[in-house]
């Protein structure tokens, strides 16, 4: 192997390991937006609208925009 090839798998690793961190990143993100939409919603008692979110990602969306949470 030349310099050349394992410069370029050191750089192919090194954006392929970025990406990993973007997407556990991304989940942890998602993951406590979600969070704080159920705890939002649960301590005004809005549970149907609470069942309704998990279940239509567009409602669930609009809630989040209505709690600031985006």
């Known amino acids: 192997m030349t310099l050349l090839q394992r410069?370029?798998?050191?750089?192919?690793l090194g954006r392929e390991e970025g990406r990993e961190e973007g997407r556990e990143e991304g989940r942890e993100k998602g993951s406590n937006q979600m969070a704080s939409l159920i705890k939002m919603?649960?301590?005004?008692?809005?549970?149907?609208?609470?069942?309704r979110a998990l279940e239509d990602p567009d409602f669930r969306n609009r809630l989040f925009e209505e709690y600031d949470i985006l």
């Open 7 to 12: 410069d370029r798998e050191n750089i192919e």
């Open 41 to 51: 919603l649960l301590s005004e008692n809005r549970t149907e609208e609470l069942n």
